[in-house]
Nanobody, 120 residues
Framework: VQLQASGGGLVQAGGSLRLSCATSGRSLNSYGIGWFRRAPGKEREFVAAIRWSSLSTKYADSVKGRFTISRDNAKNTVYLQMNSLKPEDTAVYYC??????????????WGQGTLVTVSS
């Protein structure tokens, strides 16, 4: 599976951005796609995930109510709509994919990151 993230940029606090993760290489029916981020000087952290077939989603507490993950089956693309952005959301965002087991997703495939900068 190949993953290509895009859509990052500079935005003011309170603004919105939509990230895209274009996928290719295989059917994703048994897969899940997630978004992660790494802020300067911090560890990588989970942001959100979606299971391709069931459309079930999961969010980090820090983004619940502000971010929405979705997917477009026809375009094989996963989106992360980010609203009410805060300076602490500044990070390099990565999309990742892998087989969706019952309780977890095994993220074996990673895309390159896209930088999101939120100014105060």
């Amino acid at each position: 599976v190949q993953l290509q993230a895009s859509g990052g940029g500079l935005v003011q606090a309170g603004g919105s951005l939509r990230l895209s993760c274009a996928t290719s290489g295989r059917s994703l029916n048994s897969y899940g796609i997630g978004w992660f981020r790494r802020a300067p000087g911090k560890e990588r952290e989970f942001v959100a995930a979606i299971r391709w077939s069931s459309l079930s989603t999961k969010y980090a507490d820090s983004v619940k109510g502000r971010f929405t993950i979705s997917r477009d089956n026809a375009k094989n693309t996963v989106y992360l709509q980010m609203n009410s952005l805060k300076p602490e959301d500044t990070a390099v965002y990565y999309c990742a994919g892998g087989y969706a087991y019952y309780t977890t997703i095994s993220y074996n495939y990673w895309g390159q990151g896209t930088l999101v900068t939120v100014s105060s």
